[in-house]
């Protein structure tokens, strides 16, 4: 274990679903991230949060709403997903994003999804 | 904008090195981390240098830095199957409070 969580593990949903993906750490973090990783595809950055507030959402469409009540947790809501939104869904938590700070990322160990 | 390059497959033989190559654009990076992801799990965080820094040695990982031409290697000396992953390169961007910008990954495959 890393020191952030993620669960579930594996998740098969319909196209018509909606469920939930969650992200925990206790490391005292204060930055956390959602990254997309799809076979043959390089990491893609979906959402920043620093400090629980939103930082950066990088066109990601709105069948996916990212929510982080605290610093602790983040959450990935999933509705209406396409086939094409199968891939490993990867959390990451770092100290802060601030000027002049240099933290490296610690990584969960992702959410394998495939929509049917 | 903010780029990190790596070639996406390396093979080689066990007992050998391996170099693992990445090219950087953003002249303000301020470290640079190598990460390395097994299959099936996320991103592990290998090692990673300064940029006032030219080599880092850990063990087998040896980190070389060449700021002029933002140029970052990773060699594993006597490569194992258990190294078998992908590698990753990321910059950290000042401007952006130290967010990382990561590569493609580099898919090394070690045969016996």
């Known amino acids: 274990e890393t020191g952030v969580t993620q669960t579930p593990r594996h998740l098969v949903m319909g196209m018509t679903n909606k469920k939930s993906l969650k992200c925990e750490q206790h490391?005292?973090?204060?930055?956390m991230y959602w990254y997309k990783q799809s076979a043959k595809k390089p990491l893609e950055l979906m959402f920043v949060?620093?400090?629980?507030?939103?930082?950066e959402n990088n066109s990601v469409p709105s069948r996916f709403s990212p929510e982080c009540p605290n610093s602790s947790h983040l959450f990935l809501h999933l509705h209406t997903l396409q086939p094409e939104d199968s891939a490993l869904y990867l959390c990451?938590?770092?100290?802060?994003?601030?000027?002049?700070?240099?933290?490296?990322?610690?990584f969960g160990s992702g959410t394998r999804l495939t929509v049917v | 904008g903010e780029d990190v390059e790596q070639s996406l497959f390396l093979s080689v033989r066990e007992g050998d090195s391996s170099v693992i190559n990445c090219t950087y654009t953003?002249?303000?990076?301020?470290?640079l981390y190598w990460y390395k992801q097994e299959p099936g799990a996320g991103l592990q965080l290998l090692t990673y240098?300064?940029?006032?820094?030219d080599m880092k040695q850990d063990q087998r990982l040896t980190v070389l830095l060449n700021k002029k031409d933002k140029h970052l290697s990773l060699r594993i000396a006597d490569t194992q199957t258990g190294d078998s992953a992908i590698y990753f390169c990321?910059?950290?961007?000042?401007?952006?409070?130290?967010?990382?910008?990561f590569g493609q990954g580099t898919e090394l495959s070690v045969k016996p």
């Open positions: 990451a938590s770092s100290q802060a994003l601030q000027t002049g700070t240099h933290y490296g990322y610690t």
């Open positions: 949060y620093n400090f629980k507030e939103q930082t």
């Open positions: 990321a910059e950290s961007i000042d401007n952006q409070g130290g967010k990382l910008i």
């Open positions: 240098i300064f940029s006032n820094m």
């Open positions: 953003d002249s303000s990076s301020t470290y």
């Open positions: 490391l005292g973090h204060n930055a």
